[in-house]
């Protein structure tokens, strides 16, 4: 994300995965998080780090989208001088400088061939050389590999090796899109107002009871930054101390307003499924206390805490 967020978890999606993050943070297995453009996936990978015992070494991340192939196996592999032109001096790459820190692949999916198969091995025997060089060399760090596409696609279409998605794939972690954490709406607006309105000198900007529920009722495909950026236009834009609704964007105010009758409606099961975990989560998911008090039976809320996977 553009600036630190804390992990706003009013969202019971959110303190699920909140809660997941301080369970894998100690663990030096590989980590792959998944989910949209834009849902927080750097930041998460970002906490996972400072939870853990790795948070006082190196935390670095490579791009593997923006950058040219040869380019990315060059700052994940480093090099050696001659190795390829332009190489005029030995290059350490991100997997020696990392140490005993944490390294990100961010959208692993858009490796090269050639960087995938030498990804795979320092996965299976956590070594690896400079490009042009014959010192084998040890990883210490962890890797952390990130991506907004469907992996298990892209092995079915031969674009990527599925024998490296098994490497990648030992602890899975999806990142539901913020139309699925419908809670942490209010909570991220309200902090990412207090900071754009220290950066452009507005502290004490406040959302207008109109701008809240038009902020509730939107339906975000752009996500976490999709919100930063829309604040920040009506930081830009707005006048008064209150942002109103006349301070975002045209598309804002009428995608909202067309979904705002509909934003608090829920299906049947969805609405059983969270009355499910709450009570659940009330009891420490106690199963037979449960089920007492959701008035139905043990083998009943068991059947259904498999369904909703409420495990």
């Not at 009722?217 to 830009?236: F, H, K, Q, S």
């Not at 969270?274 to 083998?299: F, H």
Request: hydrophobic content about 40%.
């Amino acid at each position: 994300m553009p600036d630190r967020l804390p992990w706003i978890a009013e969202d019971p999606a959110s303190r699920r995965l909140l809660d997941l993050a301080e369970k894998v943070a100690a663990a030096p297995t590989t980590l792959l998080i998944t989910g949209e453009s834009g849902s927080g996936k750097d930041h998460l990978a970002r906490l996972i780090h400072e939870l853990g015992p790795r948070r006082d070494a190196p935390y670095l991340k490579i791009d593997c989208a923006s950058l040219p192939p040869a380019l990315v196996e060059s700052e994940l592999f480093g090099h050696e001088r001659g190795s390829f032109t332009g190489a005029v001096d030995r290059k350490l790459g991100r997997l020696e400088l990392g140490g005993a820190g944490t390294i990100v692949l961010d959208e692993v999916a858009a490796l090269s061939p050639t960087a995938q198969t030498k990804l795979l091995r320092v996965l299976q025997e956590r070594k690896f050389e400079r490009l042009g060089g014959t010192e084998t060399l040890h990883i210490e760090a962890r890797l952390i590999a990130i991506t907004n596409t469907d992996l298990p696609a892209a092995v079915a279409a031969g674009q990527f090796r599925e024998d490296l998605f098994f490497r990648l794939n030992v602890l899975p972690i999806a990142v539901p899109p913020l139309r699925e954490r419908r809670a942490d709406i209010l909570p991220l607006a309200d902090h990412l107002l207090g900071s754009l309105g220290a950066i452009h000198h507005r502290a004490g900007l406040q959302l207008s009871d109109a701008v809240r529920r038009m902020l509730s009722a939107y339906a975000w495909p752009g996500n976490i930054r999709e919100l930063r950026n829309v604040l920040e236009r009506a930081v830009v834009f707005g006048k008064g101390p209150e942002l109103a609704p006349e301070d975002f964007s045209e598309n804002i105010r009428a995608a909202a307003g067309g979904t705002a009758v509909l934003a608090g409606l829920r299906s049947l099961e969805q609405i059983e499924r969270d009355v499910i975990l709450q009570t659940l989560e009330a009891t420490r998911y106690q199963i037979s206390k449960s089920a007492e008090i959701l008035g139905i039976s043990r083998k009943t809320l068991l059947e259904k805490r498999k369904k909703y996977g409420l495990q």
